[in-house]
């Protein structure tokens, strides 16, 4: 089994934030691939199907971003997944708008929804894969990943959303070094080759 999470922030009014990339990125999966997320446990919301041959587990931990490990670790430990069949998505203040990248293992780098998830499983070697969100010039971090993109900003948004989904299910169905190979580039470039 393959697990696919997303950091966030449960919520109507921060489902468009830059903090909610790792949700909007699990829900794109969900819709390429069919999958429903609609079971509740783990103080997450999930969703169960194949992927290619494998089973995979899409989730969207209820938690509020700054404790996702207490979503992340009962249901990893629960269901069994080696961590290098997890992999953690969420939006990355030091990459700049469009990028993705794809990492295998690490610290934190500062994001408080890793920090807990890490703290929770114990071990730093589990994949993640950052969305860039930019950093901002002069607003304060805090305001500026609770707001929305807009103009062309969101449109590149939109598109790293897109390709970040895409790089999860090769995560699934190629493997962590095809992804790593296939995505950890310009943002720019058409991946779908």
């Known amino acids: 089994m393959f697990c696919l999470i997303g950091l966030g922030n449960p919520g109507r009014k921060y489902l468009q934030t830059r903090h909610n990339a790792g949700f909007l990125v699990v829900d794109r999966i969900a819709e390429e691939v069919n999958i429903k997320l609609d079971q509740k446990g783990f103080q997450a919301v999930y969703g169960k199907g194949q992927l290619n041959g494998e089973q995979v587990l899409l989730v969207k931990p209820q938690t509020f971003m700054n404790l996702s490990g207490d979503a992340v670790g009962p249901l990893i430990r629960y269901y069994r997944i080696p961590l290098e069949r997890v992999l953690i998505i969420y939006d ?7 990028a993705i990248r794809i990492r295998l293992s ?11 998830v890490l703290k929770a499983i114990g071990d730093q070697a589990v994949p ?9 010039a002069e607003e304060k971090v805090v305001n500026y990943v609770l707001t929305t993109f807009t ?10 959303i897109i390709r970040a989904a895409q790089a999860g299910i090769v995560f699934v169905t190629e493997g962590a070094q095809t992804a790593m190979n ?7 470039i058409n991946d779908q080759n």
């Open 92 to 98: 990355d203040l030091d990459l700049q708008l469009g």
């Open 106 to 116: 690490g610290s934190a780098g500062g994001h408080n929804g890793l920090s807990s």
């Open 151 to 160: 103009g062309s900003d969101l449109d590149e948004f939109k598109a790293s």
């Open 128 to 136: 993640r894969l950052r969305v860039g969100i930019g950093r901002p």
């Open 182 to 188: 296939r995505f950890n580039r310009n943002p720019t």
